[in-house]
């Protein structure tokens, strides 16, 4: 079975710009998962969808960052506007709703640099 | 708030040596404490699960135990090999939680010298 896809791997902008990223999940997961993970650092949850539905978005910081997942398959997160201390990599997980709690999977990640 | 700390930060070993992996936690009441391996550029491969009524979990050269009373888990790998070197990140999961959202530890980077 496919993995999760993430694009783009790698992202590089100015502060203030704005960016976003993309996650297709595992066919058929219906809980998905966006991490932020600053470099030296665990991931920390920013949100979590249950189909289309926000789950928790309690370590989202809503006045710069957004996430949506209309159709209840993939999902965009998006920055804006990007600070320094946003340069982190962000990964994206999928569960299955007939799997276990653990069976999480994760993407490869998308690392954004800003300048 | 549960908070997650990983010993050392920093792991550099011959190959062929035994090594221990130390992961606490502050907040005692979880569901469950998960291992995990990340290698450059890639993203997080689950190694083993502890249900908080378990004491350890085992698969191949891999062992993790669970004290959940003390807050504290090891992961043991016997006979390091050059292809473990990664960042081994633990996680736990609290009981109250809604959906399955994990807490992790800063993670061990281990470097295994042929």
């Known amino acids: 079975e496919a993995g999760v896809a993430q694009s783009p791997r790698y992202k590089i902008i100015e502060k203030r710009q704005s960016v976003a990223f993309w996650c297709n999940p595992i066919s058929g997961h219906a809980t998905l998962y966006w991490y932020q993970q600053i470099l030296g650092q665990g991931p920390k949850l920013l949100i979590q969808?249950?189909?289309?539905?926000?789950?928790?978005d309690s370590q989202l910081p809503k006045d710069r960052f957004s996430a949506e997942r209309l159709k209840g398959v993939d999902s965009t997160l998006k920055i804006q506007p990007a600070k320094l201390e946003d340069s982190a990599v962000y990964l994206c997980?999928?569960?299955?709703?007939?799997?276990?709690?653990?069976?999480?999977?994760f993407g490869p990640g998308t690392r954004l640099t800003v300048t | 708030k549960q908070e997650v700390t990983q010993i050392p930060a920093a792991l550099s070993v011959p190959e062929g040596e035994n090594l221990v992996l130390n992961c606490s936690f502050t907040d005692s009441a979880i569901y469950n404490l998960q291992w995990f391996r990340q290698d450059p550029g890639k993203g997080l491969t689950s190694l083993l699960l502890i249900q908080s009524s378990q004491r350890e979990q085992t698969s191949g050269r891999l062992n993790a135990s669970l004290d959940k009373s003390s807050g504290r888990s090891t992961l043991y790998i016997a006979a390091s090999q050059p292809g473990d070197s990664a960042t081994y990140l633990c996680a736990v999961r609290q009981a109250e939680t809604s959906g399955s959202r994990l807490t992790f530890g800063e993670g061990t980077q281990l470097t295994v010298n042929p």
């Open positions: 969808f249950q189909n289309n539905g926000v789950v928790d």
């Open positions: 997980a999928s569960r299955s709703p007939c799997g276990g709690l653990e069976e999480q999977y």
